[in-house]
């Protein structure tokens, strides 16, 4: 992967999760140096620490996206969307009434394929949210509630040589009303990211002076996209989960992105200096938990509270192709 060096920016950082092909990989170490050396890190005392402001989510739509019967769950533009039509009736003579009652069988039917769609979407590696429904009835209702809601993503479309009419509709995956809050509400109280900087550990702040982002390469795993996938070591020790820090009360925009390109993000005058490691395997049933080399994985673990930091503060990309 040609990666373009970025100057770095010790406010801005990018925690990007890559995912390109490593068949064989068998390197203990696998960081990819992007650039001729970090920036080093400021004399103690001479400059404040700055923690990077949050990213929020990066829209890419359609560059990471399932199709599905109905419609598609796109992964990169954090949404989930589906269709449905409606057949004009010809023994109704009112046509102006006639087209209003085939637009909105229109509708109830798209409703009823995004929940079909909604319930497919992986929670994590064990579970698909249609498990979730049938376990929890407050989940069940939270998940009809976001489908209830769902907007019009177009003008309805009319088919008068057909007598038909099609609407498609559109939920978010993340975020207030979303798929991933109806699974897991915020805890109440002030979210985490920024506010909880000042209690960094040193190794933290000193990867947050160093680098902007991260990029964990490994697409061509069979790696599957998921709201919540776990980081681990290749000894099977858990690194993060992001569906507890979305428990504890993370800001509810899906602290994991997926991208297909970096390219729209190094752009950004934010995206600042990248370290790049790669995935080595892909585990769990639903083939979404991410498995990193044992020196990767120890780096990381030295900076966990930083990890969880770029969690919550919306700075998890993953790099990934369908």
């Known amino acids: 992967m040609n990666q373009k060096p970025v100057r770095a920016n010790p406010g801005c950082l990018v925690f990007c999760l890559s995912f390109l092909a490593l068949a064989g990989c068998a390197t203990s170490t696998t960081v990819v140096p992007v650039s001729a050396a970090p920036a080093a890190a400021p004399p103690a005392g001479e400059v404040p620490f700055e923690p990077p402001s949050p990213l929020g989510p990066v829209f890419a739509p359609g560059q990471v996206r399932e199709f599905v019967p109905g419609g598609a769950i796109d992964w990169s533009g954090k949404m989930v969307w589906a269709r449905g039509a409606g057949v004009l009736d010809p023994g109704n003579s009112n046509r102006d009434l006639a087209w209003q ?86 805890a109440a109280g002030p979210p985490s990211g920024n506010l909880a900087a000042g209690g960094l550990s040193p190794g933290a702040r000193e990867f947050l002076r160093q680098y902007s982002v991260l990029v964990l390469d490994g697409g061509g795993t069979n790696l599957k996209p998921a709201l919540f996938p776990k980081f681990y070591d290749d000894g099977g ?41 790669r995935v080595r395997d892909v585990r769990g049933k639903l083939g979404t938990d991410i498995v990193l080399a044992r020196a990767d994985a120890g780096m990381l673990r030295e900076m966990k509270d930083g990890l969880e930091f770029l969690a919550n503060s919306d700075r998890v990309l993953v790099k990934l192709t369908l």
């Open 237 to 277: 020790a858990l690194l993060l989960d992001p569906r507890g820090l979305a428990s504890a009360g993370a800001a509810g925009t899906c602290a994991v992105q997926y991208v297909g390109a970096l390219g729209q993000l190094q752009a950004r005058p934010d995206f600042g200096q990248p370290m790049v490691l």
């Open 101 to 186: 009652m085939a637009q909105r069988a229109a509708t109830v039917v798209a409703q009823r394929n995004l929940l079909e769609i909604v319930k497919s979407i992986r929670v994590d590696s064990d579970a698909r949210v249609q498990d979730l429904m049938a376990e929890h009835d407050s989940v069940y209702q939270r998940i009809e509630a976001v489908v209830k809601g769902a907007r019009q993503r177009s003008p309805a479309r009319y088919d008068s040589l057909g007598g038909t009419v099609e609407v498609e509709l559109e939920c978010d995956l993340c975020g207030a009303g979303g798929v991933e809050t109806a699974l897991a509400p915020p």
